[in-house]
Nanobody
Framework: QGQLVESGGGSVQAGGSLRLSCGGA??????????LGWVRQVPGQEREGVAT???????TYADSVLGRFTISEDTATNTLYLQMNSLQPEDTAIYYC??????????????????WGQGTQVTVSA
């Protein structure tokens, strides 16, 4: 299915915005039960599902980012995005682009994704 490659991470001050991009999603995006998402992890802590988008366009978000983050996909460029606004220091983490095509679990942030990118660091300072 190809390699997922994230970009767009960086350092911002609290209240700022970043947009993460994920290329290489074409092998997943058009699968019948495609679920694409973003998961974040702070080293030494549990992974946290952030947002998902299903094949039909349905999106879901973790409560911690609802209203601040927006997941979207561009089928013309086969790119997955995560627009992050009103960033807070607790959003600091490595963000991973993820995909699943099995459909065995609901397309929600809690899904155990099968495919992962290498991650991109997001750092938010107070």
């Amino acid at each position: 299915q190809g390699q997922l490659v994230e970009s767009g991470g960086g350092s911002v001050q609290a209240g700022g915005s970043l947009r993460l991009s994920c290329g290489g999603a074409s092998g997943y995006m058009y699968q019948t039960k495609a679920c694409l998402g973003w998961v974040r992890q702070v080293p030494g802590q549990e992974r946290e599902g952030v947002a998902t988008i299903y094949k039909d366009g349905t999106t879901t978000y973790a409560d911690s980012v609802l209203g601040r983050f927006t997941i979207s996909e561009d089928t013309a460029t086969n790119t997955l995005y995560l627009q992050m606004n009103s960033l807070q220091p607790e959003d600091t983490a490595i963000y991973y682009c993820t995909a699943d095509i099995n459909g065995w679990e609901p397309c929600r942030p809690e899904l155990r994704f099968a495919y992962w990118g290498q991650g991109t660091q997001v750092t938010v300072s107070a």
